[in-house]
């Protein structure tokens, strides 16, 4: 495993390096350590799932850096242009129809996918060297807590990483907030950093709460 400081202006270029061998790299995101791999290659997923214990029952999250890249792999609703144009980037992950090419590893067979523009510099920085989305599920054993620093990363999943990008502790960093737009009303899966307020009030009151 090796480490690359947040700061490195040549990290970028050695992230996609790994990525495109295969590799699984923790680095920050805008919310917490994430895990990126190459979703269009099988065997990292798998390798990815293993390396955090998950079932595979559970979709990935992607990050993307701009509308174009996000329409690679989703098929949104005709809300989606003008929510992204009011809160991304930013602290909220779209929960949309998925592309037909898109793996069932990342879609979990929910025919959906999570997408977010992250408006964090690193994990833009790291998108856009690889040209393609990338996963950010948590940087964590299944069931264990996200870790905010690189260091609590490592301590759970050791060297089964091969590269750590480290920018020290995300300060106050909360987990994304999760909007399902294939849902009709779209449904507020999760609260965060954008409030169910703000999204009721852009949306015209259009949007519910995931049963309990």
């Known amino acids: ?35 990126a791999v190459d979703p269009h290659d099988p065997a990292a997923v798998q390798r990815l799932l293993q390396i955090k214990g998950r079932p595979e029952g559970k979709p990935i999250l992607l990050l993307v850096d701009s509308l174009d890249m996000a329409a690679e792999v989703a098929s949104p609703p005709p809300e989606f242009e003008s929510l992204a144009a009011e809160f991304w980037p930013g602290p909220i992950t779209f929960v949309v129809r998925a592309r037909p090419g898109v793996s069932r590893r990342i879609t979990a067979g929910t025919g959906t996918v999570g997408v977010r523009w992250p408006g964090a510099d690193i994990p833009l920085r790291l998108v856009a060297a ?83």
């Open 130 to 212: 690889c040209g393609h989305p990338l996963t950010a599920t948590s940087a964590n054993r299944s069931g264990r807590p996200a870790a905010r620093t690189a260091d609590e990363a490592v301590d759970q999943l050791g060297e089964d990483l091969d590269a750590v990008v480290d920018a020290g502790r995300l300060a106050g960093a909360a987990a994304s907030t999760v909007l399902d737009l294939a849902a009709n009303p779209p449904a507020l899966l999760r609260d965060g950093p954008v409030s169910y307020r703000d999204l009721a009030r852009f949306l015209g009151g259009r949007l519910r709460r995931r049963p309990a």
């Open 1 to 35: 495993m090796i480490r690359i400081a947040g700061d490195d202006g040549a990290g970028p270029a050695a992230v996609r390096d790994i990525i495109r061998d295969g590799g699984v790299v923790c680095f920050p995101t805008d919310t917490t350590y994430g895990l």
